[in-house]
């Protein structure tokens, strides 16, 4: 069974950092790309985030370049998503998803696994 289970959101202030983790099982995890997501309450799911699998290519949102980190550690079936200099805009549920096999990152549809979100709040 694929399962993805993002934790280490939490409650921060502006400027403040939290790292995120998503930890998967059930698939072998290094053949694929693994995305982070967000909505925040009564806006749409937006993509935040994603790492290819062979040669870790990433890419971000205008909205979080230079602010936020993607990266996976295969040994430990794990991604993080590194957020530094937070704003109360990035205050949402945060998700990770899995792309299909052979899929690299694109739009929310090549993503078929999804996770449980992780809490983000960003206080002004």
């Known amino acids: 069974e694929v399962q993805l289970q993002a934790s280490g959101g939490g409650l921060v202030q502006a400027g403040g950092s939290l790292r995120p983790s998503c930890l998967a099982s059930g698939f072998t995890f290094d053949d694929y790309a693994i995305g982070w997501f967000r909505q925040a309450p009564g806006k749409e799911r937006e993509g935040v985030s994603c790492i290819s699998s062979i040669g870790g290519i990433t890419t971000y949102a205008n909205s979080v370049k230079g602010r936020f980190t993607i990266s996976r550690d295969d040994a430990k079936n794990t991604v993080y998503l590194q957020m530094s200099s937070l704003r109360p805009e990035d205050t949402a549920v945060y998700y990770c998803?899995?792309?299909?096999?052979?899929?690299?990152?694109?739009?929310?549809?090549?993503?078929?696994?999804w996770g449980q979100g992780t809490q983000v709040t960003v206080s002004s």
């Open positions: 998803a899995r792309a299909g096999y052979g899929s690299t990152c694109g739009s929310e549809p090549v993503f078929g696994s």
